[in-house]
């Protein structure tokens, strides 16, 4: 069984920047396909960014593209989202999720608080 834990959130002012980490336990991420999605109070879930299996596609929501970069190191069994220039918008638990595809899931972390607030 895949676990995922996310880390990385916390409160942060506007114009800032934070690094999301998702650590695997568990199996090897090497053939997964690895989202990230947010789900601020009050709307829907919504992804944010992928990363293939390979690593040399990404995808982005145009709300956080150009800000945000999603990257994996499969030998630390760990994929990350840079966050730069965040905005309150950015306000949201953020999950990582897994599976055969960018639009295929089948294992979600539990999420990660991140707070844009001056």
């Known amino acids: 069984q895949l676990q995922l834990v996310e880390s990385g959130g916390g409160l942060v002012q506007p114009g800032g920047s934070l690094r999301l980490s998702c650590a695997a336990s568990?199996?090897?991420?090497?053939?997964?396909?690895i989202s990230w999605f947010r789900q601020a109070p009050g709307k829907e879930r919504e992804r944010v960014s992928c990363?293939?299996?390979?690593?040399?596609?990404?995808k982005y929501v145009d709300s956080v593209r150009g800000r945000f970069t999603i990257s994996r190191d499969n030998a630390k069994n760990t994929v990350y989202l840079q966050m730069n220039s965040l905005k309150p918008e950015d306000t949201a638990v953020y999950y990582c999720a897994v599976g055969p595809g960018c639009y295929l899931i089948n294992y979600w972390g539990k999420g990660t608080l991140v707070t844009v607030s001056s």
């Open positions: 990363i293939s299996s390979s690593g040399d596609v990404t």
């Open positions: 568990g199996r090897t991420l090497d053939h997964y396909a």
